[in-house]
């Protein structure tokens, strides 16, 4: 579901668009997928990896993260990288569901909300807004969070 993604940039309106998945496959189909919606707009397709964005020092002013973050196998390493990719004060947009909110056939990896959110906590995100998105099988959750990174690159 492309429609989040594409909500979010509209309103971000990147210079370029850095797409980052560990699945060689779901890079090409979402750089197809981005060339074929936005073809004024660079595209860098980037293979991360389990642990890492393979993007660290890029200084983004935001990243979006839609129904991923529970497949990340190290949540800790995973999030510092993501720390690492973002300008001081850059937003973390995430679009996800916990396991208290799915209803019908879900993923065997959710994970609960109070664990994800002191996992954000803890590699130095704030929740600034958060809204949700209700289905037949599950319960979205919009959130977007500031990283607390200054320009020295410590997590204030």
Same mark, same amino acid.
Request: glycine share 4%; with cysteine.
């Given at each position: $579901?492309?429609?989040?993604?594409?909500?979010?940039?509209?309103?971000?309106?990147?210079?370029?668009?850095?797409?980052? $998945?560990?699945?060689?496959?779901?890079?090409?189909? #979402?750089?197809?997928?981005?060339?074929?919606?936005?073809?004024?707009?660079?595209?860098?397709?980037?293979?991360?990896?389990?642990?890492?964005?393979?993007?660290?020092?890029?200084?983004?002013?935001?990243?979006? #993260?839609?129904?991923?973050?529970?497949?990340?196998?190290?949540?800790?390493?995973?999030?510092?990288?993501?720390?690492?990719?973002?300008?001081?004060?850059?937003?973390? *947009?995430?679009?996800?569901?916990?396991? %208290?909110?799915?209803?019908?056939?879900?993923?065997? $990896?959710?994970?609960?909300?109070?664990?994800?959110?002191?996992? *954000?906590?803890?590699?130095?995100?704030?929740?600034?807004?958060?809204?949700?998105?209700?289905?037949?099988?599950?319960?979205?959750?919009?959130? %977007?969070?500031?990283?607390?990174?200054?320009?020295?690159? $410590?997590?204030?």
């Amino acid at each position: $579901d492309p429609t989040f993604a594409r909500q979010l940039l509209a309103q971000l309106s990147p210079e370029a668009y850095f797409l980052n $998945d560990i699945d060689p496959n779901q890079v090409q189909l #979402i750089s197809d997928f981005f060339h074929l919606s936005s073809p004024s707009k660079p595209i860098v397709p980037v293979l991360g990896e389990s642990h890492s964005t393979r993007l660290e020092g890029q200084n983004f002013d935001a990243i979006i #993260i839609r129904n991923a973050l529970h497949h990340f196998e190290s949540l800790p390493l995973m999030l510092a990288s993501i720390q690492q990719s973002l300008a001081p004060n850059g937003r973390l *947009l995430i679009k996800e569901t916990f396991i %208290e909110s799915c209803y019908g056939l879900c993923c065997p $990896d959710l994970r609960a909300e109070a664990e994800l959110l002191k996992a *954000l906590k803890e590699a130095g995100f704030v929740v600034c807004r958060r809204s949700t998105i209700h289905t037949d099988s599950t319960t979205w959750h919009l959130l %977007e969070l500031q990283s607390t990174k200054t320009a020295a690159g $410590d997590k204030s």
